[in-house]
């Protein structure tokens, strides 16, 4: 389970009751809705009414608060002191003079709307409903990705119409879990989602893009099958980029005490308190050692007792180390939570010798809450934590452990070649590593929060996150939104910032106050910034100033007029590239090719405005984008947008990728502390195929190092030797002669430091396999788990008769496979590729195809849990086999067999696992910081 669920089920002392959590990502029926509906109609003018909560303790809220009402719009002042206090959080300010639990903030002369009518219970949404036709699906699930493009339909989605579909679950309860409060929990579902429990309307949830969850044991049978009906519509998201639709995230059905920990409320801050030094670790790197620090601990717990009955319970935090030693513990006093409401409890343990999270050693503590009632303990929750101080500051950038870190990031959006939306955690493991293994310490969740394990990931690869909201103006709804991610996320080591909005996104500058206040009550020890340079308006409620493909003059201008205000370009770089697309061959529209591979110099150019030594008082760069994307094409045939720097949409890496691993990784010093604990001292690659081009003696071949000087080699002939200036790259041209050509780094001394080989291929004459993902060269493990969601990448290679890599290729390739696994996706990178990507096959492109394989069955965890998963989901085995046997299951590996006409096949094996603590996602990542 990610994180954030996981609990601790049997602490070293013994068993405890704690929520019991099963997994609902299986065996959903499902039905695009057809013919598409049309639009719905866009929202009316906005009214003056807003429903602005502080959150805030009983007494801040008389005391500390001042208020006015100006133009319309409630204005509000809170004392820094009550930050991050939420026990409070029944009061709302009003314009009014008074404060009132009951009363919405609204100015007195604009009444608020009226409710809305009372919708009528769709057909698809009634038990007796016949859905024996819908697909079965498995979840995260992209309603939308197989869906046909067409030209008519909007370049920013991809050419992909949007529309609307419905989910319906059949699940059984437990008679065990009468009694208990039930719930199902969602990381996400795009975008609006409307929810019915046996024909009844549930709740609606406007946000595609923040969890949320909905109690369901009032209404649910203990004794019969319940229907569960999800309508999602997806056909009015905000995003000019393709958004896709549906459940594309995880679900999870849980049952608590009805006094329990409310979900996504543990969390840890720490603050070092004693001296820091470098230690030696285990492995011999040194690693920062605080004497002492302070970690302050809360989580929140709700008092849902159907008889609203007052308890009287108390909290237990634990720390354990990395070794799962127990290194601080406390009890709080035994506090009353009344029925119907909820009680945050808080705690400050001291830590000797705590060790930090950084970029290089990202040390995460394990924190455990147990919740009592006298000698009885209710529930258990554990999260894991880092201790480590972050500041930004408006001369030096971002100090992390009062060291000076350069900000060297990346922005993503959450889609993938084959997957669309529903990208698969080890697949975002492989992106983070990707970004890493170019000396990417930092990653944009660009442009909404992200589905959580990509910040799991993060914290235990040592990757700064900015955190995003999505939808921004002085709405209720979007402020709820942005403290909902801020909730969820802040107990996160690795999160640095958080960001309110992106771009145009940001206009509405009269809600800053506003977003900076739901974040400083919900978290209150990171700074907050928008990727978007406004007006003062603005300005003054953001503590790092970012920046959206700005010119080197724009930062200087900024901080000459605001000195003491932190600068980031929080996004960089409008460059665009096709992998294998060398410059000496013509571009062509028509057949989907827009541009060239060698985009090396328009990065330089751009990253230097803020990565430049001049100006130390920019915090850093985000470069947009590490990879390819769906949406925002630049024309038909295109439905993919080619900003991305370090791969294409299908993960295969791009040329860029060399220029950027010689200038953020390779020339950093090991001793920075920004810099992942990954690569060498120099680096080398030819960005060019050695193939002729028609018409032309010579070829212009790019090659990307940072070494002083770079020899190329013809057939083993000395050609041609060239100077790197920094940040720079070596420019030939040379006669064409069919063969190898090699490029060769050199020191300052002359000596060979890395060297770089290409081959003139010969005729295609069969195809080759290897496993991209799990592999320890990617750092993504080295087998699959069998848990029914787990995947496998496999790259398809077009080669000749000595396994050169045929780079023009585009053959056909078909995939078939065996065993416990089934072909989940197809792609090969091409931005004009419109293959629909669930097909079996797929043409590659300049040689290279990508199959995604999906584990089959779920064979992982204990036996009781896959039992109690078959009882719950009854189609949760159509499509994934559960596992119940009580025999261990016999684990074969996952065969894939490629072929194409007139080529020899190859075929793969997939090494699988049944054991989540050593192959899962988070265990690989916690042990792939170097890899």
């Not at 990178?829 to 584990?855: I, K």
């Amino acid at each position: 389970l990610p994180a954030m669920l996981c609990l601790l089920l049997l602490l070293l002392n013994g068993a405890v009751l704690a929520t019991e959590i099963v997994n609902f990502d299986f065996g959903w029926r499902f039905q695009l809705e057809q013919p598409a509906p049309a639009p719905p109609a866009p929202p009316g003018p906005a009214h003056c009414t807003i429903h602005l909560v502080k959150q805030l303790s009983e007494a801040a809220c008389t005391e500390n608060v001042s208020y006015g009402c100006m133009d319309g719009v409630q204005q509000m002042f809170v004392d820094k002191g009550c930050r991050g206090d939420f026990v409070c959080d029944g009061y709302k300010l009003t314009c009014s003079s008074q404060l009132d639990s009951r009363t919405y903030c609204t100015c007195a002369d604009v009444p608020p709307p009226p409710p809305p009518p009372s919708p009528a219970i769709p057909p698809q949404a009634m038990p007796s409903y016949n859905d024996s036709a819908w697909a079965v699906v498995d979840c995260p699930h992209d309603m939308l990705i197989n869906e046909p493009v067409a030209e008519s339909n909007s370049a920013s989605q991809g050419f992909r119409a949007r529309n609307s579909g419905w989910y319906r679950k059949h699940f059984r309860l437990p008679a065990d879990w009468k009694g208990t409060f039930v719930r199902l929990y969602l990381e996400g579902s795009f975008h609006q989602t409307t929810i019915y429990l046996n024909g009844h309307l549930v709740d609606v949830h406007e946000c595609g893009y923040t969890s949320f969850w909905i109690r369901l044991d009032l209404m649910a049978s203990f004794s019969d099958e319940n229907i569960l009906a999800l309508h999602v519509e997806a056909r009015n998201g905000t995003g000019w980029w393709e958004e896709f639709g549906g459940l594309m995230r995880h679900q999870y059905l849980m049952s608590s005490h009805t006094t329990h920990f409310v979900p996504d409320t543990a969390w840890a801050h720490a603050k070092v308190t004693g001296t820091v030094h470098l230690r030696s670790t285990a492995a011999g790197a040194l690693a920062p050692v605080a004497d002492s620090a302070a970690l302050t601990a809360s989580v929140t717990v709700l008092n849902a007792s159907p008889d609203a009955q007052l308890v009287n319970v108390s909290v237990t935090t634990t720390v354990r180390d990395a070794q799962g030693s127990v290194v601080a513990s406390a009890t709080l006093p035994r506090a009353s939570v009344a029925g119907g409401t909820n009680r945050t409890f808080s705690v400050v343990l001291d830590l000797a010798a705590a060790q930090l999270w950084t970029v290089h050693a990202p040390y995460l503590y394990t924190l455990t809450f147990t919740l009592h009632q006298d000698s009885a303990e209710w529930d258990a929750v554990n999260i894991s934590s880092g201790v480590r101080t972050v500041h930004f500051d408006a001369a030096k950038g971002l100090i992390l452990n009062n060291q000076p870190v350069k900000v060297r990031g990346f922005c993503d959006h959450s889609n993938f070649g084959a997957v669309g939306g529903a990208v698969p955690d080890r697949m975002n493991l492989f992106r983070a590593q990707a970004l890493r293994n170019v000396g990417g310490n930092a990653w944009r969740m660009a442009h909404n929060p992200p589905i959580p394990v990509r910040l799991d990931i993060a914290d235990r690869l040592g990757m700064l996150i900015m955190d995003e909201n999505r939808d921004y103006a002085l709405e209720q709804q979007y402020v709820d939104n942005m403290g909902s991610m801020v909730r969820r996320d802040r107990k996160h080591p690795s999160i640095m910032l958080w960001s309110f909005c992106n771009e145009v996104g940001c206009n509405d500058e009269r809600a800053a106050p506003y977003f900076r206040n739901v974040s400083y009550a919900n978290d209150g020890t990171r700074p907050v910034t928008q990727n978007h340079l406004g007006s003062n308006l603005s300005t003054a409620y953001l503590d790092v100033q970012g920046f959206s493909h700005k010119h080197g003059d724009v930062f200087d201008q900024f901080h000459s007029a605001n000195p003491k205000k932190p600068m980031l370009a929080t996004e960089c770089c409008s460059c665009f590239s096709q992998r294998g697309q060398d410059a000496d061959f013509p571009l062509n529209r028509t057949e989907g090719i827009f541009y060239s591979n060698d985009i090396g110099p328009c990065t330089a150019v751009q990253v230097n405005y803020s990565d430049t030594s001049a100006r130390p008082y920019v915090a850093g760069t985000f470069i947009w984008s590490g990879f390819d994307y769906y949406g925002e094409s630049q024309g038909w045939p295109q439905v993919i947008k080619c900003r991305g720097t370090v791969a294409d949409i299908a993960g295969f890496e791009k040329e860029t990728a060399g220029w950027i691993r010689s200038w953020w990784l390779a020339n950093i010093s090991t001793s920075d502390a920004g810099r992942p604990p990954l690569g060498s001292k120099y680096t080398i690659s030819i960005v060019d195929s050695w193939v002729p081009v028609a018409g032309k003696s010579n070829r212009t071949i790019h090659v990307y190092s940072n070494a002083p000087r770079v020899d190329l080699y013809v057939n083993g002939q000395h050609t041609a030797s060239q100077d790197v200036p920094f940040f720079g790259e070596a420019d030939f041209s040379i006669p064409f002669q069919a063969g190898n050509l090699t490029a060769v780094a050199r020191a300052v001394d002359g000596s060979a430091v890395a060297s770089h080989t290409v081959v003139t291929p010969g005729e295609a004459k069969a195809l080759r396999l290897s496993l991209d993902v799990p592999h320890p060269s990617t750092g993504t493990g080295s087998r699959v788990v069998l848990d029914g969601e787990d995947i496998g990448m496999v790259r398809a290679e077009v080669v000749d008769a000595h396994g050169v890599v045929v780079s023009s290729a585009s053959n056909n390739i078909s995939f078939s496979v065996t065993g416990p696994g089934r072909v989940w996706g197809t792609h090969n990178g091409n931005p004009a590729s419109q293959t629909p990507p669930h097909a079996s096959w797929h043409n590659a492109y300049n040689g290279l195809a990508r199959l995604v394989v999906r584990v089959s069955v779920n064979a992982a965890g204990s036996l009781s849990e896959r039992q109690r998963l078959a009882f719950i989901d009854v189609d949760g085995g159509v499509v994934t086999q559960i596992y119940t046997q009580p025999q261990p299951f016999a684990a074969e590996d996952i065969v894939v067999t490629a072929s194409s006409p007139g080529l020899s096949s190859a075929t793969l094996k997939i090494p699988v696992s049944t054991d989540t603590a050593a192959d899962g996602v988070l265990a690989v990542a916690a042990r792939s910081v170097t890899f």
